[in-house]
């Protein structure tokens, strides 16, 4: 394991040993309270781990990238530098540079904004497609019912 300069570890944070290489923890980063970051992770410089965060084994974060309080990475995946995940996010795949994310699973932010929007209306949504739907099966059954010189 390694931890350079000016890296701060909040109460109750686990950063497991290296299953193989190394467990790095690069400087400047800020790893909050209760925070996992399992084996052969690398955390880039200056990067934020806010409460909660869990990053799974052989991730790789790159710098100043911020992690919300509860979100959480996969294995095997790579953040690019200034990367932004929104508080409980869910990074499944790999991040470009600049990418600002959120949701389970992550999708651009913007994206997500508009799904919490609508969320709640979902029970309404439904019913009313149901309704369409079903209003539209009607008049395309009138529509085959008439006569081959009643049709508009």
């Known amino acids: ?7 701060e570890i909040g109460a109750n944070s686990c950063i497991d040993r290296a299953a193989y290489g190394v467990t790095w923890i690069k400087s400047g ?22 409460a909660q965060v869990g990053i799974s084994g052989s991730t790789t974060l790159g710098r100043n990238v911020v992690m919300g309080g509860q979100s959480a ?6 953040l690019g530098d200034q990367v932004m995940v929104a508080a409980r996010g869910a990074v499944h795949s790999d991040l470009p540079k600049g990418s600002v994310v959120g949701g389970t699973p992550a999708i651009p932010v913007r994206q997500w904004a508009k799904c919490c929007a609508v969320y709640n209306k979902l029970p309404e949504l439904q019913s009313a497609v149901r309704k369409n739907t079903k209003a ?15 049709k508009a």
């Open 29 to 50: 980063a800020k790893i909050d309270n209760l925070v996992q970051v399992a084996h052969n992770v690398i955390v880039g410089e200056n990067t934020l781990l806010v």
């Open 136 to 150: 539209l099966a009607e008049l395309i059954g009138q529509e085959k019912d008439k006569p081959e010189g009643d």
């Open 73 to 78: 990475t996969t294995g095997h995946i790579t």
């Open 1 to 7: 394991m390694r931890i350079d300069d000016d890296v």
